[in-house]
């Protein structure tokens, strides 16, 4: 599998293609003035202790509280308060916890109201950002994650992914963090970790341990609602947890980002740092790779597979509908059932890269095409789960219902990615109406005027609809020979294809439209 990035950089901020086979599957935007990202750090101030949820509003800075439940406060957070009002008071001087006493760990069916109280500071952590008329989630379990390892404090549990399965190599592992992780700090190692050296694995637990005494030095200052310290760019996070050896390339159309982008896959991945490129063409990044036109095609509210079959996707408030269609796709009533489960395959595919490339999350239901053979609706159960192993967010897919609907829960922790790919029809304005036709050259002819005579412009095209230009253009003495003699200048009419009806535009001697 080829896979590529391609970032396209604004003064906005960046938008960020990850290309699998040629083929878009992820789309992510990074504003430079968005707070509020998944593991941001802030100094929180308790505005409300709501008992019957047991969970408390928290205000961080936004518009609207933030939700933090109990279960979010993580076993430590007597440690973690105790910590926090000792540093702003000045009475504990270590950037690091080896003189440090943690408290005991809080029940698992505590109350809120026991540990927390109204205008109580706590430093949380996002979980999850703000989505629709929601504020961000919030956690007070902190970590802060590496390349290779995420640096858990209030904690001396070392922990190894699951998907690393040599026992000899989870031993390995386990030593070289013993050797080197700092006193009542936990380490949770990490995937990316097999077969990584000791010089690898320390320099990055030093950099998160860097991190943590930068979030020490700025909590003594920092007011309340104020951010403590920032996940780093969401570029650089979607490097430091994907970035392998199947990457080809990584493009970018910017020199100051493809500097920082270079260096940082240089510290991550030192053989790797050759696959960033500039772009360096005049046509835009995302056109010249063929990223716009599957944007176009992937977010409208149909989206057609290559056999012919399509899919409907639909959005509420609660929930996401994803419809399967066999289109004009037919078959024989013998092959009826082979026909449904090669479409059902085919669409389980799409909706599986739909899933990631939008960011939807919650609850989704698809409708697939009715299978009566147990064994096929089995077959197509296994191939889903297969096609959304790839997917990096948590997810549960339950077997068909008896009415043929497999429900997905995925985890959503940003606002899912909406992009509108419809555009405003140029000749109705968006109305629904256009100006009577027989009307259509005295509209013209008034641009003229204005141009011409009140402008004083040369040399000017005028663009028209062919059917149009062929009116103009008709004749012994045609329209255009006319308006010479009139304004006693030629001027030049050329057709577009693409232009509706009754649209038409002026452009200078320069090439440059006429705005009017």
Known sequence: MIKELIIDSSPSGATIALVQDKQLVELHKEQISNNYTVGDIYLGRIKKIMPGLNAAFVDVGYEKDAFLHYLDLGPQVQSLLKLTKQVRSGGYQSKLLDNFKLEEDISKGGKISEILSKNQLIPVQIAKEPISTKGPRLSSDMSIAGRYVVLVPFSDVISISKKIKSNTERTRLRKIIESIKPKNFGVIIRTVSEGKGVAEMQKDLLDLISRWEAFITRLPSVEPGKKVLGEIGRTSTILRDILNP???HIYLNDNSLYEEI????HEISPDLENIVRLHKHKEPIFEHHGIEKQIKGAFGKTVNLAGG?????????????????SGNRTANKENQEENAFMVNKEAAKEIARQLRLRDMG???VVDFIDMHKPTNRKDLFDFLKAEMAHDRAKHTILPPSKFGLVQITRQRVRPEMNIVTTEVCPACGGTGTIRPTILLLDDIENNFNYILTEQNEKGITLCVHPYIEAYIKKGLVTRQMKWYFKYNQWIKVKSNPAYQITEFHFFSSKDEEIKL
């Open 246 to 248: 199947d990457f080809q």
């Open 262 to 265: 270079r260096s940082y896959v």
């Open 309 to 325: 079959a399509y899919l409907v996707i639909e959005h509420t408030e609660a929930l996401h509908v994803i419809d399967v269609n």
């Open 362 to 364: 919650g609850i989704v």
